[in-house]
C-alpha cells in the first residue's frame, strides 16, 4: 500500500509522519516533490536551503512518480508526506493507484506559524486552494480516503488515527501515539529549517489556539481562505 498524506505548510504533517514511522509496517519518505517544485520557479518566496534541498532530490517529476508508485520497499506500506502546492504542472493519473489522504489546518493558525519562518506567505504558499481542487479531483475518481483537520487530531489522535487506519484498511498501532525525541534518518535536509518543535516533541502535543492576532498584512490572506477551510472541515473526521 502507498499513502499520500496531502498537506499544507505549517502542520502537523511531520509530527504524523513520525507516527507512522513507529509501525514494523510503514517506511516513511518525507516530500519527495519539494526539489520538483522548486525547480519550478513557482515559489514567490525563499524558501530556507534551497539549493540544498535542490541537490538533494531528484527534480524529474516522472522519475519521483515512479518511484513512489513502485519502488522497492521492504515494509508492504509506504507514507509519503507530500505538500499539495508542490503538486504543480503534474499528470494526476497516478494518484488513482495511491490512498490519499488531506490533511488541513484552521487557515489563521496556519498563517501565523507560517509567517513565524516567511513573513509574507501568500494564498498559494499555504496550498489551501490546490487543497480544495485536490480534494474535489479525488472525490470524483473515487480516491479520497480521509481529510484530517490538524484541530482534531491532536485533541484525540487515538481516535483520529484508529479511524483513519480503519479506512486505510490497516490495524491501528497504539505505538502510533508516541515517538523518541530528535530527528530521523527520513527527515529532508530542510528539517534543520523547518522541525525544531516536532524534534523535541514525544508525541501529539495538546492543541494551543494561537494567542496572537495575525499581523495586519496577513489578514487579507485569511479572509480568502476562510470559505476554502470551511468547505475542507466539512470532510474533516472530527474528534469526539
Same mark, same amino acid.
Given at each position: 500500500?502507498?499513502?499520500?498524506?496531502?498537506?499544507?505548510?505549517?502542520?502537523?504533517?511531520?509530527?504524523?509522519?513520525?507516527?507512522?514511522?513507529?509501525?514494523?509496517?510503514?517506511?516513511?519518505?518525507?516530500?519527495? !516533490?519539494? *526539489?520538483?517544485? %522548486?525547480?519550478?520557479?513557482? &515559489?514567490? +518566496?525563499?524558501?530556507?536551503?534551497?539549493?540544498?534541498?535542490?541537490?538533494?532530490?531528484?527534480?524529474?517529476?516522472?522519475?519521483?512518480?515512479?518511484?513512489?508508485?513502485?519502488?522497492?520497499?521492504?515494509?508492504?506500506?509506504?507514507?509519503?508526506?507530500?505538500?499539495?502546492?508542490?503538486?504543480?504542472?503534474?499528470?494526476?493519473?497516478?494518484?488513482?493507484?495511491?490512498?490519499?489522504?488531506?490533511?488541513?489546518?484552521?487557515?489563521?493558525?496556519?498563517?501565523?506559524?507560517?509567517?513565524?519562518?516567511?513573513?509574507?506567505?501568500?494564498?498559494?504558499?499555504?496550498?489551501?486552494?490546490?487543497?480544495?481542487?485536490?480534494?474535489?479531483?479525488?472525490?470524483?475518481?473515487?480516491?479520497?480516503?480521509?481529510? !484530517?483537520? *490538524?484541530?482534531? %487530531?491532536?485533541?484525540?489522535? &487515538?481516535? +483520529?488515527?484508529?479511524?483513519?487506519?480503519?479506512?486505510?484498511?490497516?490495524?491501528?498501532?497504539?505505538?502510533?501515539?508516541?515517538?523518541?525525541?530528535?530527528?530521523?534518518?527520513?527527515?529532508?535536509?530542510?528539517?534543520?529549517?523547518?522541525?525544531?518543535?516536532?524534534?523535541?516533541?514525544?508525541?501529539?502535543?495538546?492543541?494551543?489556539?494561537?494567542?496572537?492576532?495575525?499581523?495586519?498584512?496577513?489578514?487579507?490572506?485569511?479572509?480568502?481562505?476562510?470559505?476554502?477551510?470551511?468547505?475542507?472541515?466539512?470532510?474533516?473526521?472530527?474528534?469526539?
Amino acid at each position: 500500500m502507498r499513502i499520500n498524506l496531502w498537506s499544507s505548510p505549517r502542520n502537523v504533517s511531520t509530527a504524523l509522519m513520525y507516527s507512522f514511522a513507529q509501525r514494523s509496517d510503514t517506511t516513511v519518505v518525507d516530500e519527495p !516533490l519539494y *526539489a520538483y517544485y %522548486l525547480s519550478r520557479q513557482v &515559489a514567490q +518566496v525563499a524558501h530556507p536551503g534551497e539549493t540544498e534541498i535542490l541537490k538533494s532530490q531528484s527534480t524529474d517529476a516522472e522519475e519521483v512518480v515512479r518511484e513512489m508508485v513502485s519502488g522497492a520497499s521492504e515494509r508492504p506500506v509506504v507514507f509519503f508526506k507530500q505538500m499539495t502546492h508542490h503538486l504543480v504542472e503534474m499528470d494526476l493519473d497516478f494518484l488513482e493507484k495511491m490512498e490519499n489522504v488531506m490533511l488541513i489546518r484552521d487557515h489563521r493558525a496556519m498563517l501565523f506559524s507560517y509567517a513565524k519562518v516567511i513573513p509574507n506567505p501568500t494564498i498559494r504558499d499555504l496550498g489551501i486552494e490546490q487543497q480544495l481542487e485536490l480534494v474535489h479531483y479525488l472525490e470524483a475518481i473515487g480516491k479520497l480516503t480521509a481529510v !484530517l483537520d *490538524a484541530k482534531d %487530531l491532536l485533541m484525540n489522535p &487515538a481516535h +483520529v488515527l484508529t479511524e483513519l487506519c480503519r479506512r486505510l484498511g490497516i490495524p491501528f498501532d497504539e505505538r502510533m501515539l508516541n515517538w523518541e525525541a530528535g530527528a530521523r534518518p527520513e527527515d529532508g535536509v530542510w528539517a534543520k529549517y523547518w522541525y525544531s518543535t516536532v524534534h523535541h516533541s514525544t508525541g501529539f502535543q495538546p492543541y494551543q489556539a494561537p494567542l496572537d492576532a495575525l499581523p495586519p498584512h496577513l489578514e487579507d490572506v485569511a479572509e480568502k481562505c476562510q470559505p476554502l477551510y470551511a468547505e475542507l472541515y466539512h470532510h474533516a473526521i472530527k474528534a469526539p
